[in-house]
């Protein structure tokens, strides 16, 4: 195993999650890409452009706080570890970056509680595993 995908929201499973996707790519020295997924879109009820685009600013801005405090506990990781943000379909996006990114194993938690979705890791992990040409293990 050379390279693992580990899906994170912030959320307490999704740090369960990073602590295996660690442990795992030590043993198996292997590089680690942390993946959290965002919406730019907003909700569709707000109209106001301008509004758009703070919620929009603000997304991003959220995602990638999640991403440098994950990097935090990978000071000391013997490998590689790499941060991807995206915009879109949480599990859609998870399923692309794997596939394109050829990754061995895809690491996600049981269920998120963070604010992106309450649900980010329990129907988003099985559209993952329903979906994916990958080995993926969810974590609880």
């Given at each position: 195993?050379?390279?693992?995908?580990?899906?994170?929201?912030?959320?307490?499973?999704?740090?369960?999650?990073?602590?295996?996707?660690?442990?795992?790519?030590?043993?198996?020295?292997?590089?680690?890409?942390?993946?959290?997924?965002?919406?730019?879109?907003?909700?569709?009820?707000?109209?106001?452009?301008?509004?758009?685009?703070?919620?929009?600013?603000?997304?991003?801005?959220?995602?990638?706080?999640?991403?440098?405090?994950?990097?935090?506990?990978?000071?000391?990781?013997?490998?590689?570890?790499?941060?991807?943000?995206?915009?879109?379909?949480?599990?859609?996006?998870?399923?692309?970056?794997?596939?394109?990114?050829?990754y061995d194993l895809v690491v996600m938690g049981s269920r998120g509680l963070g604010t992106f979705s309450r649900t980010f890791l329990g129907s988003v992990s099985n559209r993952v595993v329903n979906h994916i040409k990958k080995s993926v293990l969810i974590?609880?």
């Amino acid at each position: 195993m050379k390279k693992i995908l580990v899906a994170i929201d912030g959320s307490e499973k999704s740090k369960k999650a990073l602590d295996k996707a660690k442990e795992i790519g030590t043993l198996s020295n292997s590089d680690i890409t942390i993946i959290t997924v965002i919406n730019t879109f907003g909700s569709p009820y707000v109209t106001d452009p301008e509004i758009k685009v703070k919620l929009s600013k603000e997304n991003i801005e959220y995602g990638e706080n999640i991403l440098k405090k994950a990097l935090e506990g990978f000071k000391d990781y013997p490998g590689t570890v790499d941060t991807v943000l995206k915009d879109g379909d949480i599990g859609g996006k998870i399923i692309e970056e794997a596939e394109e990114g050829d990754y061995d194993l895809v690491v996600m938690g049981s269920r998120g509680l963070g604010t992106f979705s309450r649900t980010f890791l329990g129907s988003v992990s099985n559209r993952v595993v329903n979906h994916i040409k990958k080995s993926v293990l969810i974590v609880k």
